[in-house]
């Protein structure tokens, strides 16, 4: 049974910085890609990053691009991400994904963690 487990989130300050965690049990991550997608109450879940698992291939929204850093380990099957400069409006529950094509659509998705919640006070 393939899942994925988030970690790292938190309380933090506006300016501050947090690295998030996405481990993988059950599937071998290196044949795939991960995103990284949050929500915000009230709103659409949002792409934020992805990472194909062989090669060096990543992407970002625009809106991220520049504060956040997607990188991964795959001895580990692990997948991270680093985000700088957090504001009051990154506050919201982040996920990691699985999907087999690059894409920035959730859709695309098929396996998703269960959140870590991330707060940024201002």
């Known amino acids: 049974q393939v899942r994925l487990v988030e970690s790292g989130g938190g309380l933090v300050q506006a300016g501050g910085s947090l690295r998030l965690s996405c481990a993988a049990s059950?599937?071998?991550?290196?044949?795939?890609?991960m995103g990284w997608f949050r929500q915000a109450p009230g709103k659409e879940r949002e792409f934020l990053a992805g990472?194909?698992?062989?090669?060096?291939?990543?992407f970002y929204a625009e809106s991220v691009k520049g504060r956040l850093t997607i990188a991964r380990d795959n001895a580990n099957n692990t997948v991270y991400l680093e985000m700088n400069s957090l504001r009051p409006e990154d506050t919201a529950v982040y996920y990691c994904?699985?999907?087999?094509?690059?894409?920035?659509?959730?859709?695309?998705?098929?396996?998703w963690g269960q959140g870590t919640q991330v707060t940024v006070s201002s």
């Open positions: 990472i194909k698992m062989s090669g060096s291939s990543t």
């Open positions: 994904a699985s999907s087999r094509v690059l894409s920035v659509v959730k859709a695309s998705y098929d396996i």
């Open positions: 059950g599937r071998t991550l290196s044949a795939y890609v």
